[in-house]
């Protein structure tokens, strides 16, 4: 992991603006492979939006080199309702394709924010569970049953938590894709969020195209 786990406040200037704006829009069903349901990517509803977005996003990490760099990424706002998607979510990794994610809060129960862990063992079983999970997060009627219950213990039960952050409307969670990460509890209220994904940052127009990344440095610290 090359990404700090990071928590920024107040982070949209026009909040109400934008929850707003993201309560307008069409959301679409989970294809399974996570609860709830997600907008279009936001690229393609608002590219300015997305831009100016997921500009200050990385201005977060490269404060001296954001105005030089390019990135991938997409953005979707997300609403999970607790009476469709009850109890906590599968503790998981994004992608391995990419290199960190934040998730925005708008609206929810507080206490419906996102946890991080670590194994408790050596190895870890990571992919025993996922065709149950796709399965019952497009068919959430399952979730219902023994065989998601059990299948949610019985992979979660391999972690221990490290943090947690509350989901304080117009706050954000900035963390390493590497990161085991879940919601452990889904609250009372639906919840609205805004997540980011990012596969690459990197910059453009200076001859060292080099980045310095925050927990890399730290490593090489002597103390």
């Known amino acids: 992991m090359i990404y700090p786990t990071i928590r920024i406040d107040n ?3 026009r909040f109400d603006k934008v929850k707003e704006w993201a309560n307008s829009l069409e959301y679409l069903p989970s294809e399974g492979n996570y609860p709830g349901c997600r ?17 200050k996003i990385v201005a977060i ?4 080199d954001y105005v ?49 862990y670590r194994p408790k063992g050596i190895s870890v079983d990571r992919d025993s569970h996922v065709t149950i999970k796709n399965k019952c997060y497009k068919n959430p009627e399952l979730m219902k049953t023994d065989e998601f219950k059990q299948a949610i213990h019985k992979h979660n039960n391999q972690f221990e938590e490290l943090s947690y952050c509350n989901a304080i409307p117009n706050s954000m969670v900035l ?6 990460h879940g919601a452990k509890d ?15 940052a990197k910059r453009d127009k200076q001859e060292d195209k080099s980045l310095k990344y925050p927990l890399i440095e730290l490593a090489r610290c002597s103390t």
């Not at 990490?61 to 001296?64: G, I, R, S, V």
């Open 68 to 116: 030089d760099m390019s990135w991938c990424a997409t953005i979707q706002f997300q609403k999970t309702d607790p009476k469709i998607y009850p109890g906590p979510g599968f503790i998981h990794q994004d992608q391995h394709k990419l290199e960190f994610a934040t998730i925005l809060y708008l609206d929810g129960d507080v206490e419906a924010g996102t946890s991080f």
């Open 186 to 200: 889904s609250g009372t209220k639906e919840r609205l969020t805004m997540v980011s994904f990012f596969g690459f």
């Open 175 to 180: 963390f390493d894709t590497g990161v085991d």
């Open 11 to 13: 982070f949209f200037k």
């Open 61 to 64: 990490l490269f404060p001296n």
């Open 39 to 55: 907008t279009r990517p936001i690229h393609e509803i608002d590219p300015l939006f997305f831009q100016n977005t997921t500009r």
